[in-house]
């Protein structure tokens, strides 16, 4: 064994004979030991040191040979901490001096000099040590044992030993041993409060749940001295079951599927005890105690729970473990209470503050929702408006058109003008396009030839295309591939994706190409337009149909075209998407269902059906004088006779001149100056009722609820402006219709 390294023990000394029991005056010698022991033990902050200190100076006034001493573990019958110092190996008679003086139960340690020969039948251990001599001497702090100093000689022993030296030795050194143990205890206690500090302002440092459960688990293993790992339970409410969710190992180096894999929960496993008891475990070793749930390889010899309270509440237990068995104390178990104490207390907080940013996140989302909604519902009023003012010069441009196409001998001049026409419908489908946005009514369906509606749009737009140096080629199905669908509102996505394409190409270079094929597949039609632009990165293709989402610069882009490109193609129970090719490039596919038969379409006029008999007389009700006189020139060209009204007041003067049988049918705007059309439609339903079977309502304001609530409840037919000269005789052939 080695010496204690402060001090070394004098050189042996023959033994001199003393005196047993007090001696009339103290010696230099019993003063020197005296002196050194009170210098040394009194100086050492550590059990160990006042143990070493004791054993050197004791060997070095005496000559022992050897020299024990060990402490007293108060709660078994073991001993807590043993010194030894000697020559040689420890012998057989060494290890006896340990079990020979330990006292009876129920006795104190006594001192005893014991010498090998002597007949001291008080003595019956000597001849079983095998050593010339032995001395024992009690450790007493306070009345109260605290362990034994043993000395041992080889040969050549003292003749007798002052017991009343020795006592006086053995209470200084057991209250060196005392003093040791209360300066530990105040150590460990100001290391506790200095630990528990750094630990509160640790844990107020972040509120991020994740962070502060692996923040707690390190805490904890950094103040309790011997814990080697720690993990961090929290459990299901629903389940009852522990869930880690933060540990110091590595899950794939130590616990392969560690999460999850076991199932704890209150009263199983030792953190389950810890949570069910509602205190710390302390398990000094694992292998001994049938509630350890062995997980992967990893060692562990002893294991300190303790569980996460708030109030009466458990939410989950924190634990350390170790690689040494015995390894924690009464301190350890009150310095982890504390941390979870105070990491509950967190944990609960950082859920709170988790809960909270939720909360928050979601109202966010609602309002940018609710911002969203309230510029939808913006835009439809808006449009609305729009429509209104639209729809009326639309309609004198559309029947003029088909008026002047129908008289003209030139068939250029009926080309030009079937193309004003068509792009009259078509401003006003744009304008339909946007309501059906907005308000999401259902569009016109007929059945229509995809390949039609292609051509058509590249020709709208073939002359700016070839200015700007960008060429389309066409791959299309030789098949026309017909469905029903709304022919306008595709033109439209078509138009959309096209201009998307051509700013594509423009924004990175003065050339370049779209290619736009169809296939017939199986039961779909499939559209794809691809160009040779930039491409889309992940980010935008994440909220390309997204309403208000733009890459384009402010002024050149609303965010709407493909918003409403995806609400159209997913009302024809259709998909929508984009790819990006490689080598940069964007193809946008189109998917559209194959529908055999329109559903819900009404029925068109036919050259047949468009032909009332002459001779009626027709009192038409419009503000708009453009509209009116377009009405009154196709009527009268069929040989009808027109009365005009700018109001519903002036078509009442007409009624009371003419009376009920004087008029044929009553064509009405909705929204006019002074008498509405629905006022007017009541006058005529209590003055003239047989005229109410016989009216027809214009208008272009069908975005109003009022509009339609009157129409729904009326019941009357109507025409939405724009209208064709054809919807017009047709809707005239099927009131007059005997």
Same mark, same amino acid.
């Given at each position: 064994?080695?010496?204690w390294p402060e001090m070394q023990p004098e050189a042996k000394r023959p033994a001199t004979s003393a005196i047993e029991g007090c001696q009339a005056g103290p010696s230099l010698r019993s003063l020197d030991i005296i002196d050194q022991l009170l210098r040394y033990v009194g100086a050492s902050e550590r059990a160990e040191e006042v143990l070493q200190h004791a054993v050197t100076i004791a060997r070095g006034h005496t000559g022992a040979g050897w020299g024990m001493a060990y402490l007293q573990d108060g709660r078994s019958e073991g001993p807590s901490l043993?010194?030894?110092?000697?020559?040689?190996?420890?012998?057989?008679? $060494?290890?006896?001096?340990?079990?020979?003086?330990?006292?009876?139960?129920?006795?104190?340690?006594?001192?005893?000099?014991?010498?090998?020969?002597?007949?001291?039948?008080?003595?019956?251990?000597?001849?079983?040590?095998?050593?010339?001599?032995?001395?024992?001497?009690?450790?007493?702090?306070?009345?109260? /044992? $605290?362990?034994?100093?043993?000395?041992?000689?080889?040969?050549?022993?003292?003749?007798?030993?002052?017991?009343?030296?020795?006592?006086?030795?053995?209470?200084?050194?057991?209250?060196?041993?005392?003093?040791?143990?209360?300066?530990?205890?105040?150590?460990?206690?100001?290391?506790?409060?200095?630990?528990?500090?750094?630990?509160?302002? @640790?844990?107020?440092?972040?509120?991020?749940?994740?962070?502060?459960?692996?923040?707690?688990?390190?805490?904890?293993?950094?103040?309790?001295?011997?814990?080697?790992?720690?993990?961090?339970?929290?459990?299901?409410?629903?389940?009852?079951?522990?869930?880690?969710?933060?540990?110091?190992?590595?899950?794939?180096?130590?616990?392969?599927?560690?999460?999850?894999?076991?199932?704890?929960?209150?009263?199983?496993?030792?953190?389950?005890?810890?949570?069910?008891?509602?205190?710390?475990?302390?398990?000094?070793?694992?292998?001994?105690?049938? !509630?350890?749930?062995?997980?992967?390889?990893?060692?562990?010899?002893?294991?300190?729970?303790?569980?996460?309270?708030?109030?009466?509440?458990?939410?989950?237990?924190?634990?350390? /473990?170790?690689?040494?068995?015995?390894?924690?104390?009464?301190?350890?178990?009150?310095?982890?209470?504390?941390? @979870?104490?105070?990491?509950?207390?967190?944990?609960?907080?950082?859920?709170?503050?988790?809960?909270?940013?939720?909360?928050?996140?979601?109202?966010?989302?609602?309002?940018?929702?609710?911002?969203?909604?309230?510029?939808?519902?913006?835009?439809?009023?808006?449009? @609305?408006?729009?429509?209104?003012?639209?729809?009326?010069?639309?309609?004198?441009?559309?029947?003029?058109?088909?008026?002047?196409?129908?008289?003209?001998?030139?068939?250029?001049? !009926?080309?030009?003008?079937?193309?004003?026409?068509?792009?009259?419908?078509?401003?006003?489908?744009?304008?339909?396009?946007?309501?059906?946005?907005?308000?999401?009514?259902?569009?016109?369906?007929?059945?229509?030839?995809?390949?039609?509606?292609?051509?058509?749009?590249?020709?709208?737009?073939?002359?700016?295309?070839?200015?700007?140096?960008?060429?389309?080629?066409? /791959?299309?199905?030789?098949?026309?591939?017909?469905?029903?669908?709304?022919?306008?509102?595709?033109?439209?996505?078509?138009?959309?994706?096209?201009?998307?394409?051509?700013?594509?190409? !423009?924004?990175?270079?003065?050339?370049?190409?779209?290619?736009?094929?169809?296939?017939?597949?199986?039961?779909?039609?499939?559209?794809?337009?691809?160009?040779?632009?930039?491409?889309? @990165?992940?980010?935008?293709?994440?909220?390309?149909?997204?309403?208000?989402?733009?890459?384009?610069?402010?002024?050149?882009?609303?965010?709407?075209?493909?918003?409403?490109?995806?609400?159209?193609?997913?009302?024809?129970?259709?998909?929508?998407?984009?790819?990006?090719?490689?080598?940069?490039?964007?193809?946008?596919?189109?998917?559209?269902?194959?529908?055999?038969?329109?559903?819900?379409?009404?029925?068109?006029?036919?050259?047949?059906?468009?032909?009332?008999?002459?001779?009626?007389?027709?009192?038409?009700?419009?503000?708009?004088? /453009?509209?009116?006189?377009?009405?009154?020139?196709?009527?009268?060209?069929?040989?009808?006779?027109?009365?005009?009204?700018?109001?519903?007041?002036?078509?009442?003067?007409?009624?009371?001149?003419?009376?009920?049988?004087?008029?044929?049918?009553?064509?009405?705007?909705?929204?006019?100056?002074?008498?509405?059309?629905?006022?007017?439609?009541?006058?005529?339903? !209590?003055d003239y009722p047989s005229l109410v079977k016989r009216m027809v309502i214009i208008t272009g304001d069908m975005m109003n609820a009022a509009t339609r609530g009157f129409l729904r409840e009326t019941g009357l037919p109507y025409l939405t402006k724009p209208f064709g000269l054809d919807d017009l005789k047709f809707k005239m052939t099927e009131l007059l219709r005997e």
């Amino acid at each position: 064994m080695e010496n204690w390294p402060e001090m070394q023990p004098e050189a042996k000394r023959p033994a001199t004979s003393a005196i047993e029991g007090c001696q009339a005056g103290p010696s230099l010698r019993s003063l020197d030991i005296i002196d050194q022991l009170l210098r040394y033990v009194g100086a050492s902050e550590r059990a160990e040191e006042v143990l070493q200190h004791a054993v050197t100076i004791a060997r070095g006034h005496t000559g022992a040979g050897w020299g024990m001493a060990y402490l007293q573990d108060g709660r078994s019958e073991g001993p807590s901490l043993t010194i030894v110092q000697g020559d040689g190996e420890v012998t057989a008679g $060494m290890q006896a001096m340990v079990g020979g003086s330990h006292p009876a139960e129920g006795k104190r340690w006594a001192f005893a000099y014991c010498r090998a020969g002597d007949d001291d039948a008080s003595q019956p251990c000597c001849p079983r040590t095998g050593l010339a001599a032995w001395l024992v001497v009690p450790l007493v702090a306070n009345e109260a /044992d $605290m362990g034994v100093l043993v000395l041992g000689w080889d040969a050549e022993p003292p003749e007798s030993v002052d017991a009343g030296l020795w006592g006086v030795v053995g209470k200084i050194v057991g209250l060196g041993v005392e003093n040791a143990r209360l300066y530990q205890e105040m150590q460990n206690r100001l290391r506790q409060s200095s630990a528990l500090y750094e630990v509160s302002k @640790a844990l107020s440092s972040t509120l991020n749940l994740d962070d502060l459960l692996s923040l707690i688990v390190r805490l904890a293993t950094d103040n309790i001295p011997k814990a080697g790992d720690g993990v961090l339970h929290l459990m299901d409410e629903r389940s009852g079951r522990l869930h880690p969710r933060a540990h110091t190992w590595s899950v794939e180096d130590s616990r392969p599927d560690y999460r999850g894999r076991t199932d704890m929960r209150s009263g199983k496993g030792i953190a389950g005890t810890a949570l069910e008891m509602g205190e710390v475990v302390n398990v000094p070793d694992v292998s001994l105690d049938e !509630r350890y749930i062995k997980g992967g390889t990893r060692a562990v010899a002893s294991m300190l729970v303790a569980p996460l309270r708030l109030g009466d509440r458990s939410i989950g237990t924190l634990s350390v /473990d170790s690689t040494q068995r015995n390894a924690f104390t009464q301190q350890d178990e009150y310095l982890l209470m504390t941390l @979870a104490t105070q990491a509950a207390v967190a944990i609960d907080n950082a859920r709170l503050v988790q809960d909270l940013q939720q909360s928050l996140d979601d109202l966010e989302s609602a309002q940018e929702a609710l911002v969203q909604s309230e510029k939808l519902s913006a835009i439809g009023q808006l449009i @609305a408006g729009v429509a209104h003012e639209l729809n009326n010069p639309l309609t004198a441009v559309m029947g003029y058109a088909q008026l002047l196409q129908a008289s003209s001998a030139d068939e250029q001049m !009926r080309h030009d003008l079937d193309r004003i026409s068509i792009q009259a419908q078509r401003a006003a489908k744009i304008v339909q396009n946007l309501l059906t946005f907005a308000r999401q009514h259902k569009a016109d369906r007929q059945r229509v030839a995809i390949n039609d509606i292609v051509e058509r749009v590249i020709d709208l737009r073939a002359y700016q295309l070839q200015v700007d140096n960008v060429r389309v080629v066409l /791959d299309l199905d030789e098949d026309p591939l017909e469905t029903v669908a709304d022919g306008n509102q595709l033109q439209q996505v078509m138009l959309n994706l096209l201009n998307n394409a051509h700013d594509a190409i !423009r924004s990175v270079r003065d050339k370049g190409e779209i290619r736009i094929s169809t296939r017939h597949k199986g039961h779909t039609i499939l559209i794809s337009c691809a160009d040779d632009g930039p491409g889309l @990165a992940p980010e935008v293709r994440r909220h390309l149909f997204e309403p208000f989402y733009t890459t384009k610069d402010v002024g050149q882009g609303t965010g709407l075209g493909l918003s409403i490109c995806y609400g159209i193609i997913s009302e024809h129970r259709g998909k929508i998407w984009a790819e990006s090719t490689e080598g940069g490039g964007t193809v946008f596919h189109v998917e559209l269902p194959v529908v055999q038969e329109p559903v819900g379409v009404g029925r068109q006029a036919s050259a047949e059906m468009v032909a009332p008999s002459p001779g009626r007389r027709v009192l038409v009700v419009e503000d708009e004088r /453009d509209v009116a006189q377009l009405l009154r020139r196709v009527l009268v060209a069929d040989g009808h006779t027109v009365i005009l009204a700018e109001d519903g007041n002036e078509a009442v003067e007409h009624l009371q001149a003419l009376g009920e049988d004087g008029l044929d049918l009553v064509i009405s705007d909705i929204k006019m100056p002074g008498l509405g059309g629905p006022a007017l439609y009541k006058r005529l339903k !209590r003055d003239y009722p047989s005229l109410v079977k016989r009216m027809v309502i214009i208008t272009g304001d069908m975005m109003n609820a009022a509009t339609r609530g009157f129409l729904r409840e009326t019941g009357l037919p109507y025409l939405t402006k724009p209208f064709g000269l054809d919807d017009l005789k047709f809707k005239m052939t099927e009131l007059l219709r005997e």
